[in-house]
């Protein structure tokens, strides 16, 4: 005897299957999204360090001259007094007017130009007391050591400049984030208008992101740029 009772059918059973191409997309989303984070968050950790190296070597930098400045206005005339302080006050001006701008642009070469110019400088006026028997004051240890420290500083300074390279991984990331956007935007299976608001919310979040990217990528430029230190030390 037959039984009356039929199994009860889903109605699942006849949605249709979405395209193969979903599939494969949904793979492509996963790939580009897992590596968008991770090179954005290794791109940002870095560009974040370089910030901080630059912001404390800055001020380091300014705190060495500084002392190397009061150090060299209590030598006596005749040891090259003068000279010593017109030396610093060059190497101020050069930093400031003149380097500073490189570094905004990224120009890593030609702020290393400048530091040699005003490097050399400072040798200078160093060899011309020496030469004066400048190295036999109480004073002059602290001011050579404090000398030493701030272009120690400086080096790691211009160290933090942006190099082409991190330009190449900034412009990677950038990249896979589009590319995790336009395919999402592509093939999200999800009603238009659920649709445009998912992509809306990925697209404002996506551009926060790079704008950060950007805005972090240059420790010396953008409105949280490092200003010049030393520029604002009292003559």
Known sequence: MRSSIEPKRDDDDDAPEPPAAYHLSGRIIQVTSVGFVFLFTFTVGQ????????DTASHLEAQYFGRALASA??????????????????????????????MERGDASGAFAVQTEATALLYAAVGNSLDLGASELPLWSSLSSSLDSMLLEANDRLGDVPNPN??????VVIFL??????????????????????IGIMGATYGLLF??????????????????ILGLLPI
């Open 47 to 54: 560009f974040v360090l370089n910030y901080r190296s630059a």
């Open 73 to 102: 206005q209590q030598f006596p005339a005749e040891f090259g007094r003068e000279d010593m302080i017109a030396a610093l006050e060059d190497y101020r001006r050069l930093i400031v007017d003149e380097q500073w701008p490189l």
């Open 177 to 198: 984030g589009a590319v995790s956007l336009a395919m999402t935007a592509v093939f999200q299976p999800a009603r238009r208008g659920m649709n445009l608001v998912l």
């Open 166 to 171: 991190a330009v190449r991984l900034m412009i």
């Open 211 to 228: 704008y950060m990217t950007v805005e972090l990528s240059n420790p010396f430029q953008g409105a949280g740029g490092i200003p010049p």
